[in-house]
């Protein structure tokens, strides 16, 4: 249950394949957490869009590109909203097709009993329920992935660590700044479809084409 819960990343983690700091703020691959990449700014390209999407995924489907650092909420007529994610970091990534099976305004994190006792043993000491709020790990929403009736413990959810949008940082949760997360949250239903896009292929063929932003609807509206 541990590695499915990204909140913990704000936590600096040792590697012996650790990057330089000079190259962090660049890095897409990291565990470590430092000072630099705490200033890093979000690419312009991880910024909410509405982009031509050519897909054969049904109007309400979300289609997460774990590799380009997209999430897709399908539009219909070849119309879609794009969004900046921030993903698994190497080793954490996966892939499948699941559902929003629950939906929570400023979720409370529960860290595994496994992830405190391994944290305390670095010294950083866990709650065992962080309540709802700004400085909550799981930002203003929570959409909880389900295959059929099983919580898969994997999230897409807001964050207290903006600038950790379009990295591999995450324990596999998926990752949005907080005015996109409530903005996805109001137009995703629970039973909506999840596509994600990542390592072993377990989501099988997914027909998409990014087109790029939707020039007309962005100046017009539509």
Request: positive net charge; aromatic residues 8%; contains cysteine.
């Amino acid at each position: 249950m541990a590695f499915a819960m990204s909140a913990f990343l704000a936590l600096p983690v040792t590697t012996s394949a650790a990057p330089r700091v000079d190259d962090a703020a660049n890095s897409t691959a990291s565990s470590v957490v430092t000072r630099e990449m705490m200033k890093r700014p979000v690419p312009d390209k991880f910024k909410r869009r509405l982009v031509r999407l050519s897909t054969n995924e049904a109007p309400g489907t979300i289609i997460i590109d774990t590799n380009n650092k997209f999430l897709y909420l399908v539009e219909g007529n070849n119309k879609a909203i794009r969004y900046g994610v921030g993903v698994g970091r190497e080793g954490f990534g996966w892939s499948g097709v699941v559902k929003i099976g629950r939906k929570e305004e400023w979720p409370s994190w529960r860290p595994p009993a496994e992830m405190r006792s391994r944290e305390a043993r670095r010294g950083h000491f866990l709650p065992e329920v962080q309540k709802g709020g700004p400085d909550n790990p799981l930002g203003a929403r929570a959409m909880y992935l389900y295959k059929g009736n099983r919580d898969t413990i994997f999230r897409i959810h807001g964050t207290n660590q903006p600038w950790s949008i379009g990295l591999n940082l995450s324990s596999g949760c998926i990752r949005m700044n907080n005015k996109d997360v409530q903005d996805l949250y109001e137009r995703a239903d629970i039973g909506s479809k999840v596509v994600v896009i990542g390592p072993g292929n377990k989501q099988g063929d997914v027909s998409f084409d990014d087109r790029g932003v939707d020039i007309l609807r962005t100046i017009f509206g539509g």
